[in-house]
């Protein structure tokens, strides 16, 4: 059985380590591309939205390398991710990609047993027994969380830094350490030597930098591919920045305490009170982890084709008024050029800037 899933940011350095670890391989699609998204594209439904012919691409790249099986979250809606895999068989059956599925459904829509029984198919080929398997899992988990917690102190300090792109540049070496790393200890160690890094760049407390929340559609906020590199190039304009989605969040939120959320949004979010598909009420009520007063604006970014994000989108109208706080929404379409987004971007931080400047809105403290 030679096992693969699509490609979602970072996922896939996460899942290496893993299968790695217990002693399995796991193929990874070639890294997302125009060409990549041409070609989902091509054979997809056309008003599908944009990650799900990024996932037709991911697919077709690992059968060429060898892959038989999909490993696949399919948790029955809310929004269209929730039935992705059905779409995709046909989809890719239809073209003879003939994989064999394991879908990862919720436990309230397949039982507890018949989930046991879909993730031991994953792990049948492993020589590891079980407990070996839950220490590779906590130690993935742990590599995640750290490695989020490098980046979550990245974006902070790029407002900061008296290097400019010093920030930057630990996070990608990092995540370039990750990628090749052959143990979990090993990456564990990386983790370490750039927390060390990060936590000695020289930084200019007096620096009164823009805060941003950057929320937005969960494939979008995670996938750099997907986001045009958004992260980055709010680094390199000198912005501060929180993001209030990330697959360690999706982790949490989904497998280890799927009522944590639910609970903390319901008794925040008086904007979207309900859940209407895909993460849209986690996008607005992801804010309120944060102090309002302490951010200058937000972005939300989406990809084209997503129905819950639109509906998020009109509630920040609202949310932006009441709380006297910009919002621009970018929606990512399936065009490379870059030049558009950016201009929208530098003159939504322009705008920040002079609005701080002119006093309507409180300078803040360093949050670092
Ligand atoms: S949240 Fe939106 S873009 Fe993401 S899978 Fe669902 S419908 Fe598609």
Not at 212 to 231: A, R
Not at 254 to 264: K, W
Not at 332 to 343: H, K, L, S
């Amino acid at each position: 059985m030679r096992l693969t899933y699509p490609r979602l940011g970072d996922a896939h350095i996460y899942g290496r380590l893993l299968f790695q670890e217990i002693g399995m391989e796991l193929i990874i699609p070639d890294p997302n591309s125009q060409r990549g998204l041409e070609r989902g594209s091509s054979i997809s439904p056309e008003d599908i939205c944009l990650p799900f012919k990024l996932m037709v691409d991911n697919l077709i790249s690992a059968w060429e390398k060898g892959a038989d099986t999909v490993i696949m979250p399919a948790t029955m809606g809310p929004c269209r991710l929730g039935e992705y895999a059905e779409v995709l068989k046909v989809v890719l059956d239809n073209h003879g990609y003939r994989y064999n599925w394991i879908l990862l459904d919720s436990i309230s829509a397949v039982g507890l047993n018949e989930l046991k029984k879909r993730l031991a198919l994953i792990i049948k080929d492993s020589n590891s027994n079980s407990s070996e398997i839950i220490k590779a899992l906590k130690g993935v988990y742990t590599v995640i969380k750290e490695f989020e917690k490098l980046e979550k102190k990245a974006r902070i300090s790029s407002g900061y830094e008296k290097q400019p792109g010093r920030s930057k540049e630990i996070v990608n070496k990092c995540r370039r350490g990750l990628a090749r790393a052959t143990s979990i200890d090993q990456a564990l160690g990386i983790l370490e030597k750039s927390h060390n890094s990060l936590n000695s760049i020289e930084i200019d407390e007096f620096k009164q930098p823009i805060k941003i929340i950057l929320t937005g559609e969960i494939f979008t906020c995670i996938d750099s591919f997907g986001n045009h590199n958004i992260e980055e190039k709010l680094m390199d304009m000198g912005v501060s920045f929180e993001k209030t989605i990330s697959i360690g969040w999706w982790i949490d939120n989904t497998i280890i305490n799927p009522l944590g959320g639910y609970f903390s949004n319901k008794r925040f979010n008086e904007y979207m009170p309900y859940c209407i598909g895909g993460y849209a009420k986690e996008t607005v009520s992801g804010i309120y982890r944060y102090k309002k007063q302490n951010f200058d604006g937000i972005i939300q970014i989406l990809p084209v084709g997503c129905m819950p994000e639109i509906v998020a989108k009109s509630v920040f109208d609202g949310l932006s008024r009441d709380e006297n706080l910009p919002v621009l929404s970018i929606v990512f379409d399936e065009m490379v050029g870059e030049a558009g987004y950016i201009t929208r971007i530098e003159a939504f931080i322009d705008m920040l800037m002079r609005r701080k400047n002119l006093n309507l809105y409180k300078g803040k403290k360093c949050c670092i």
